[in-house]
């Protein structure tokens, strides 16, 4: 049986809970601001998705301030890196929206934890260069879990007490897709009957200008030009930050106690490119095989899928090989299911991408909506044959395709299934 | 790091009581050692796990571990909180000996008294 998702949390550049995320979406609103990366107006990186609320720019724990309704404890927080307090709230959320508390999770072996993120390159920076400038002496004890890229697992998994699975991925941009769908494995393998599924980043200059000097970010200094998936003139991507958390549990443990299915994971699949080390395979090859997989391991076809959440991060490469696949997986079926790029409204948000999707896909359901592309100007000609609406559509999709690519190549595709729609 | 004025509290100490921070500035300027134990006092409360709960109020005789919650890694942030704060270095063996609060307050006392001689 495939599981369910019960519960949904959000930190993110568009709303900080169910409701304002639901709007931004439905309406086109992004979350992308100004930013003066280390007080340098001459860099050309002007914009990023910002998360709004936190006060975690300071590598300082003592610092650092989050909305009001969330209990962190003091000996958690210095654990934690600035992400991390995203990843609690967002966790917060989902419990309360599956009807969890989290001494329902505590000391449960059949509860899994599944994370990704890149670590805080801040912290770490902070931490060495202090260690540094005593000559190696002495350093933060709290230095090593606080800023490696296992940082969420480590502390979300003694903060919850997990004593199921607890792991983390790291394959950079598809790191939570990655993540969600080893769940779906371990439940449908009846090693678990729930998992918590968290993905979070940092949107600040030691995790997103690496990128500018790889190219690889938007130079718009226009808010609302910068993130545009699928558009003949994108730049670039808008780096972005924040936390997503999904609670899926077998539809049996959902069903004892009484929690309602907001979607059915029916499939996910996974194939890498073998191309390079941070390029798409120009026709997207990998992430072409990754969706049929999907579409397999959901035990349906093309002609069944009724929206595509795009992995689209706006880069000129990456967003041409995902319009070549899709093209080659729909269009050549003459299957013209409406694709929408949420990027264009909350920048890029790394290895929490995947899961920020398929959290969004849950909205899409229950809102009965579907995302359009709204910064998208003159479609790129690879994107003949696509559908690309602007604006929102209406109605309820049954089932969604969602994609994400990483670099080296990995590509992985999820299918999402409608409630009223189960088992259909 | 680069030793901070003696009128700039250095980071680490963001977020104490004005209290806290006025005995570390006695410490620095008089280089007041009773003025340092109530910084020490102040850190070994605040550091204290948040999920241990307290039986009795925090005293000299106070074991960190058993009666304050202490665990191995939150007593690591405790002495390197101390030894950011006082730029001192308390060494593993120092650290063993350690017990009490009061314990720890002698040991850093013991150091701030060597390093006042040295200097």
Known sequence: MNPVVTGAGFVTPIGNDRASVERSLREGLHGIERVEFLGNPDLPVKVAGTVKGFQVESPRWRDWSWPAGYEIPKDVVRGLAPHGVYAVCAIEQALSHAGLRPSDLAGDPHTGLYCASAGSAMLMHYNLAQMRAVRGVRGNPLGVVSSISGTLNFNLAALYKITGTVCGFVSACASSSHALGYAVDDLRLGRLNRAIIVGAEEANADSLLPFAHMRALSIQADPRMASRPFDVGRDGFVGAGGAVALVIETPSAAARRGATPLAEVAGWGQAADGHRVAASHPEGAGLRLAMERALADAKVGPSDIDYISAHATSTPVGDSAEALAIAQVFAARGLRPPIGATKGLTGHTLSLSGVMQAAFCVLSFSGRFMPGNPHLGVAAPECEGLELPRGTVGGAPGRILSNSSGFGGSNVCHVFVAPDRIAD | ?119
Do not use: H, W
């Open chain 2, 1 to 119: 790091m680069t030793p901070l004025p003696d009128s700039v509290p250095p980071p680490a100490l963001g977020g104490f009581p004005p209290e806290v921070l006025e005995a570390y500035q006695r410490y620095r300027t008089k280089a007041d050692l009773g003025a340092a134990e109530e910084v020490v006092i102040a850190a070994a409360i605040d550091y204290r796990p948040a999920s241990a709960s307290l039986t009795r109020g925090v005293s000299e005789e106070s074991r960190l571990l058993e009666d304050l919650g202490y665990d191995s890694v939150a007593v690591a942030e405790l002495i390197f909180f101390i030894e950011d704060v006082f730029e001192t270095t308390i060494s593993n063996e120092d650290i063993l000996a350690v017990r009490t609060v009061g314990d720890l307050r002698a040991c850093v006392v013991r150091k701030l008294s060597a390093k006042a001689g040295a200097a």
